[in-house]
Structures are given as C-alpha cells and as structure tokens.
C-alpha cells in the first residue's frame, strides 16, 4: 500500500484553494504577460511548494527565466531513440499507447518538414515497423538508411541524433529548458522534444506518484499572426498531455501569455492576471464582460498580481489579489490509498 499525502494549494491573500492534486481539478490554465504579470513568480511558488513536499514530484518545461537562481546538473538524460528501440510493455493498454505513440513521431517528422521548408513526404519515405520488437520512428530510420548520400540525409540524421539525449535539469522540480529566442519552426522542435521525453518517460513509471507538469508556452507559437500550421501542433501537443491527467496521478498547468488555446482544449479552471494579447484583447470594450469591474481597474492600474480564477464547471469566479502568495493548505489534506492489486 502507498499512501500520496497532498495538500490543497492555498492561492493569494484571499487563501483561495485549488484541490491541485484531485483528478476532476487536473488541468488548469494560468494566462498573463510574462513581464507585466505575476504569472512567472506564481507558477515558481507553486513548483517550489509542491516540490518541498516531494522533491521528484514536479516537471517544468518552459524557457530559461528563472531569475535569481541558477538551474543545476542534478538532473536526468533521457534517449529518445533507446526509447524507440523497445516495443510496447505489456503493462500499457496496447492500442492506446500505440495510438499515441506513433502520433507522436508524426507530429516530430511534420516539424522537421516545417523546419527544412518541404512536404513532409519530400522528408523521409514512408515507412513500416514491427510493433513486437520496436517503436514507430524506427522504422523510419531504416527508410532513412534508404536515401542517397546527400545534405538532406546528413541534416535529417543529425537531427535524429539529437533524440539521444533529451535533458532535464534541476531547480525546485525537474526542467527541461527550452531556446525561446530561435526561429518559431525551430522553437516548435525544441518545445517539442521536452513534451516527447516527458510522455515517454511517465510511460516508465512503476510506483505510482503524485505529479505536476507545468508547460510554459512561448508567445512566438500562440499569438494571433503565428502560422497556423504551428498553433495547430502546439494544441496538439497539449491536448496530448492534458490526456495524461487522466490516465496517470499528474496534474497538467498550462501557462500561455495568449488566449489561444486556452478556450479550445476546454479547460476547467483558469487564471486569468493582467495579458497583453491581441486574440482576445481585455481593453476592447466589447470583452471586458468577460473579467469583472475590479479585476479590469486593476488590470489598468498595473497591478501585476490582481487576477480572475475560473471554475468553468461550477461556475465560480474568484477575484485573487497577491496571487504570488501560494502555499500547501496546513488545516485539510487528501489521503489516497492506492492498494496493489
């Protein structure tokens, strides 16, 4: 028997509670500018919480902004490709699993083809595998050996090659960084990869165990004039996590500076502080029905920590103040007795 002790987090000075770690509370979506918002320290305090509880409890991906503190090397290196080497575990449901694990090598070779500027069947031929010895993306490796020596063979296995060590590094939870200053084609790719390592590597675990994935994602791949080629991917990849929460004990915090797509993965419960976003701009008066009076006043004064938290199912609305203030609830805790079969 193993029992998961979490708390409820408390949010702000009005000691909101988010019941984080319940699997009908499993997704939320927090939306503000990164600069004049106090998202980034809100979802730090969170991690740093949580991650005070249990130290191998958190995953962040998200760009380099820590501030003040410097990630680590007590980390992990995960290998894509001996991932892919191995066929589906008998303890998966096959053909879920399968599903999603050849969607993913998809998605990779529909990203390499936006990066290179081809059609994805001008990038690597079409391909089979035995599903009884081995992942999907081998068999396009072999489709690989197939292609003449050229340039378009060396950049395609280099890019392969850099599946073989997907890092994480260390910082009250486990992060993998990704370059948000690079080409948006680009920062798709390396967004991509920590989603895959992650996917993978909770298809690893054995004993079960309470998580929180926070996914920061860069304004380059959700604003209203990004392609929309790459906005569909980035729905995509979430929407694939966001699946995660219910299969597994983990809780999935998206974190945008958009409103794009917040509303189409039909998220529960969001957080609204103050954005700057043109696809669904608060200064327009024919939104501001959406936030309520006291929020907005805020909002116009620069406050950077006065926000809005939505509870899309029960309909609640709380205004937050100092939403920077998190802490594990002290007075209730979640006990949840997980017996082995």
């Known amino acids: 028997m193993i029992n998961t002790i979490m708390h409820p987090l408390e949010i702000g000075k009005e000691k909101f509670k988010w019941d984080w770690s319940d699997r009908f509370n499993s997704i939320a979506a927090v939306i503000g500018d990164n600069e004049s918002s106090a998202k980034q320290?809100?979802?730090?305090?969170?991690?740093?919480?949580?991650?005070?509880k249990d130290n191998q409890s958190v995953f962040w991906i998200g760009p380099r902004m820590v501030r003040g503190k410097e990630l680590n090397e007590d980390g992990f290196v995960?290998?894509?490709?001996?991932?892919?080497?191995?066929?589906?575990?008998?303890?998966?449901?096959?053909h879920e699993f399968e599903s999603e694990r050849m969607q993913l090598v998809q998605v990779y070779l529909k990203i390499l083809s936006l990066v290179k500027g081809i059609k994805r069947e001008d990038l690597v031929p079409l391909a089979s595998y035995q599903k009884?010895?081995?992942?999907?993306?081998?068999g396009y490796l072999r489709a690989i050996d197939s292609i003449e020596n050229t340039s378009h063979k060396e950049w395609i296995n280099n890019q392969f090659s850099g599946l073989k060590r997907i890092k994480w590094e260390y910082q009250d939870g486990y992060r993998y960084v990704y370059d948000s200053h690079i080409s948006d084609e680009e920062g798709l790719l390396d967004l991509f990869k920590g989603v895959w390592s992650f996917w993978a590597l909770t298809s690893t675990f054995i004993t079960p165990q309470q998580l929180l994935l926070v996914v920061d994602i860069p304004k380059v791949l959700t604003d209203i004039n990004t392609p929309k080629e790459i906005?569909?991917?980035?729905?995509?990849?979430?929407?694939?996590?966001?699946?995660?929460?219910?299969?597994?004990?983990?809780?999935?915090?998206?974190?945008?500076?958009?409103?794009?797509?917040?509303?189409?993965?039909?998220?529960?419960?969001?957080?609204?502080?103050?954005?700057?976003?043109?696809d669904y701009d608060w200064r327009v008066p024919s939104n501001q029905n959406f936030f309520p009076a006291e929020v907005l006043d805020g909002w116009i004064r620069n406050e950077p920590n006065k926000g809005v938290w939505f509870d899309f199912f029960s309909?609640?609305?709380a205004i937050l103040t100092q939403v920077e203030d998190v802490c594990l609830s002290k007075n209730e805790q979640i006990i949840e007795e997980i017996k082995d079969i």
């Open 78 to 94: 995960l290998d894509l490709l001996e991932f892919e080497s191995h066929p589906t575990s008998e303890k998966h449901v096959a």
């Open 41 to 52: 320290k809100f979802i730090q305090q969170i991690a740093y919480e949580i991650s005070q």
């Open 231 to 278: 906005k569909s991917i980035v729905k995509e990849l979430l929407e694939i996590l966001s699946k995660l929460s219910e299969k597994i004990t983990m809780t999935v915090m998206i974190s945008t500076e958009t409103m794009f797509p917040i509303p189409e993965l039909n998220i529960r419960h969001q957080l609204f502080l103050k954005y700057d976003s043109l």
């Open 315 to 317: 309909g609640e609305v």
């Open 132 to 138: 009884h010895v081995e992942g999907p993306l081998h």
